[in-house]
């Protein structure tokens, strides 16, 4: 049995609510537990340990849209834009997931996409960022991201029953990952769209 994680643990949280559409931040507060006994966990006062997920490629498709038009995301300041999420929490893991390119020999295409997004994860890693990475499937002549949302649902459950973190700020659209969030928290604190405001003061000049 997992502990659901609540805000306030005294009183039944109302249902979670997400943004009917759109890109969404979702602020979810875990209050910890002893992954052996089930009990409170016993901490002093000290910041929120925070959990920031990104899901990485909604979120490359969202700065490539109008209105942010950020066509180099090596421009986008990512781990300045996890502190602003963290606020006064303490950013103790910060994940990016997102489905690898393969190329095959002769695929320029392919091969371009496959060494822009190696540049964004060695610059990811470089600043402290863990990628995990699904795969990407081509049918019917379209490609589809296959893994990257059960890798992300898995993260958050265990890091809940783990221990691992007190609060959980999930970037994404992806509405297949609320049984994961239902299942490990039953109270958003917050849920809100992403808006260009939001991401502007991340992009440098050149990327404007």
């Known amino acids: 049995m997992v502990e659901r994680c609540y805000s306030k643990p005294t009183n039944p949280p109302p249902a979670l609510g997400f ?30 340990r925070v959990f920031v997920a990104i899901d990485g490629s909604n979120f490359y498709h969202r700065l490539k849209e109008p209105p942010v038009d950020l066509h180099n ?4 300041d990512y781990t300045s834009f996890a502190r602003w999420l963290a606020n006064k929490g303490k950013v103790v893991s910060q994940t990016y997931y997102t489905g690898a390119v393969r190329a095959k020999p002769g695929e320029r295409k392919a091969q371009k996409l496959r060494r822009s997004q190696q540049k964004l994860f060695a610059r990811l890693e470089n600043s402290g960022w863990q990628i995990e990475r699904g795969f990407i499937l081509k049918t019917g002549g379209k490609y589809h991201e296959k893994g990257v949302d059960v890798k992300i649902a898995v993260d958050i ?49 050149e990327g404007l």
């Open 73 to 76: 995301l090596l421009e986008f």
């Open 19 to 48: 943004p009917p559409q759109g890109f969404f931040i979702a602020v979810l507060d875990c209050f910890g537990y002893n992954h052996l006994t089930m009990n409170k966990t016993k901490r002093k006062k000290s910041a929120k």
């Open 157 to 205: 459950v265990v890091g809940a029953y783990e221990d691992l973190y007190d609060r959980l700020i999930l970037v994404s659209s992806d509405t297949d990952l609320l049984p994961a969030l239902e299942l490990g928290f039953s109270h958003a604190t917050e849920t809100r769209l992403l808006r260009k405001d939001d991401l502007i003061p991340f992009v440098s000049d």
